[in-house]
């Protein structure tokens, strides 16, 4: 009978991901470290497109010939987002065409989703942050910042790519999947989602407005019955964890260590739990807890909670009316019987 110690050992191991939070903190914690000795803000965002290119190059073993194309597509997308932010109209319409790219890579491997998840997130989220965080010279001395320093978080990537001991032995349809042959419906849903998310953020200057444009997005993942059970994961995670965060960060100082330990959970929730409602949880909780270590938490349980439904309830409508609107899949007729 295994004893307590070997339990735990199990339970861990097949809660999280170890392997892939390791090569986390060896590629984010130098950036949070170095975020904590020279408050930096461009470093806090250079995290994110850090892991957004660690993620699919440990999901799909990417080699470094593949991150680097990865890393371009998302700085060109940030780029075009973020000149084009304080345009809305022009946003609404780029943010949503992203959408649809990130969802029509499944025509060439249903696991390119992940490539086109992981270039949507941080081209839309930096996009967005930066703006909101500054105003004109200072948002494009941000937006600079974060471009001059890129090449740092991808030649960390690819350094943990190219010691990384398993071999890339699989063939293209091995790491990507086989073609979508129906990558139309989902790419519409995507785009249509993500169009009024936007549109909603842009009328009513919504605040994080980032979390709901992604809400909208996330839902999609297939028919309206798979969609709304990631709702209601995702509800679940920010209705606890959320709240959580704020409540432990009113009863502590504001803290600038309390907050880059906040950045660096967050970051590694993205890539450390087996199931998504603990991640998205988790990642809530760190989010609300960092506002508060850093004086800003009033209101960002709530505001985190509504993106999250909001948004949701845009992906479910897009996902509804793209299944309405697809077309009669053709069958053969049937040949008779030979006598």
Known sequence: ????????????????????????LAVI????????LSGEPALVNLCLLTV??????LKLRLSPAAVI???????????LLFLAAPMPPLFVVLAALTGFMAAAVTRFGTLMRTLGNWVFIPAVYLALDIR????????????????????????LVCAVQALDGRRRTLDRSEIFGPPSGDWQ??????????????VLVEMFDIREGQWLIWSAASVVVGDLSASTGKLKLRALGALVGAPLGLLIGLALPVSEAGYSFCVLGAM?????????????????????????FAGTGSGIAAERVEN????????????????????????????????
Do not use: K
């Not at 009978?1 to 070997?6: D, I, K, L, T, Y």
């Not at 957004?52 to 190059?57: G, N, R, V």
């Not at 909101?132 to 974060?146: R, V």
């Open 132 to 155: 909101e965080g500054a105003l004109g010279e200072a948002a494009l001395w941000q937006a600079g910042m974060l471009l001059g320093l890129s090449p740092v978080g991808l030649a």
């Open 308 to 339: 999250v439904l909001i948004g949701g309830a845009f992906g479910l409508v897009a996902v509804a009316l793209a299944e309405i609107a697809r077309p009669p899949r053709r069958t053969r007729p049937e040949r008779p019987a030979s006598l």
């Open 52 to 57: 957004s290119l660690l993620i699919p190059a």
């Open 185 to 198: 419906v989902p790419a519409v849903a995507t785009a249509a989602a993500v169009f009024a998310a936007a």
């Open 69 to 79: 194309v990865q890393y371009l597509v998302i700085v060109a997308t940030f780029a």
């Open 268 to 292: 590694l929730t993205l890539i450390a739990f087996s199931r998504y409602v603990v991640g998205f949880g988790a990642r809530c909780f760190f989010i609300a807890l960092a506002a508060a």
């Open 29 to 36: 914690g130098p950036l949070v470290i170095a975020y904590l």
């Open 1 to 24: 009978m295994s004893g307590p110690g070997e339990r735990l050992r199990l339970w861990l191991a097949q809660e999280l991901h170890l392997g892939a939070i390791a090569r986390a």
